[in-house]
């Protein structure tokens, strides 16, 4: 008898305890969430125009990004993205068209927070950031004539976390 109620409690501990650690992977997925976030982008088929102008995500201290060129594959058209900090879309434009739009000479501009390389037609990139403070950061195609000539630009408004 004594035997049996030993395998008993044996097995309800383990049942317990595999039921706590499952709780407590959970939370950490939980916790996760809220220092991340991840955001989709991409482009409008053969168009020079990002799917999106306006993206709302919550205040993360890491944000993914991932882009992806949706031109068609025979086309040859490059796109890249490059996220900016908040206010200074213009000053980057102008330092893109001096620069001759040479992406090796302006990947260090101090106006970006992050930028994927020249993709492909179907190609995509994931990158990551870590925005300072909530704010309205602007993000930018930085192939010759994409955004200071066509408009391929957006903002990705970073808003402050609910409070529950």
Do not use: W
Not at 80 to 87: E, T
């Amino acid at each position: 008898m004594l035997n049996k109620t030993l395998k008993i409690v044996s097995i309800l501990s383990l049942f317990i305890l595999n039921k706590q650690g499952l709780s407590k992977d959970k939370d950490k997925e939980r916790l996760a969430g809220k220092s991340g976030v991840t955001v989709s982008l991409s482009t409008k088929g053969n168009d020079i125009a990002f799917d999106q102008t306006s993206i709302q995500i919550p205040f993360a201290e890491n944000i993914t990004l991932t882009f992806v060129n949706q031109a068609l594959k025979g086309s040859e058209i490059l796109h890249n993205v490059a996220v900016l900090k908040p206010g200074s879309v213009d000053t980057f434009l102008k330092a893109l068209q001096l620069s001759g739009y040479d992406l090796d000479k302006i990947k260090n501009d101090p106006s970006i927070l992050v930028m994927t390389e020249a993709l492909a037609p179907g190609a995509s990139q994931s990158v990551q950031f870590h925005p300072s403070e909530p704010g309205f950061y602007p993000f930018v195609c930085v192939m010759p004539g994409h955004a200071d000539m066509l408009g391929m630009k957006g903002t990705l408004n970073i808003t402050k976390a609910s409070k529950k």
